[in-house]
């Protein structure tokens, strides 16, 4: 079993920044692949960005490439998310995600539906 634990969203303007947080505690050492993904009201959870282990492969969604980034600090079992340029599109609920089976080395995936560990979520909001 994993656990995970989101952790840094809030209230910020447009164009500001945030960085957030997921905490893994539990069977982490089969944490190969760990994804971000948000969830708008009224929207599909979609996913945004994920990485492997070793930063052997990351991915970003169309919509924040080149403004979000991720990565990891595998001695504290944290992935980040630095979200940069933050637009008002960018509120949601963020949640980070781990699979019980990962994928092939060097890919990762933003599918929900092979994602089975879940944290509850942390909420940004980007309003002036």
């Known amino acids: 079993q994993v656990q995970l634990v989101e952790s840094g969203g809030g209230l910020v303007q447009p164009g500001g920044s945030l960085r957030l947080s997921c905490a893994a505690s539990?069977?982490?050492?089969?944490?190969?692949?760990i994804a971000w993904f948000r969830q708008a009201p009224g929207k599909e959870r979609e996913g945004i960005s994920c990485?492997?282990?070793?930063?052997?492969?990351?991915k970003h969604a169309d919509a924040v490439k080149g403004r979000f980034t991720i990565s990891r600090d595998n001695a504290r079992n944290t992935v980040y998310l630095q979200m940069n340029i933050l637009e008002s599109d960018d509120t949601a609920v963020y949640f980070c995600?781990?699979?019980?089976?990962?994928?092939?080395?060097?890919?990762?995936?933003?599918?929900?539906?092979?994602?089975?560990?879940w944290g509850q979520g942390t909420q940004v909001t980007v309003s002036s």
């Open positions: 990485i492997r282990r070793n930063y052997e492969w990351t």
């Open positions: 539990g069977s982490t050492s089969n944490l190969v692949e």
């Open positions: 995600a781990a699979p019980k089976t990962p994928s092939v080395p060097g890919s990762c995936r933003l599918n929900t539906r092979v994602y089975d560990y």
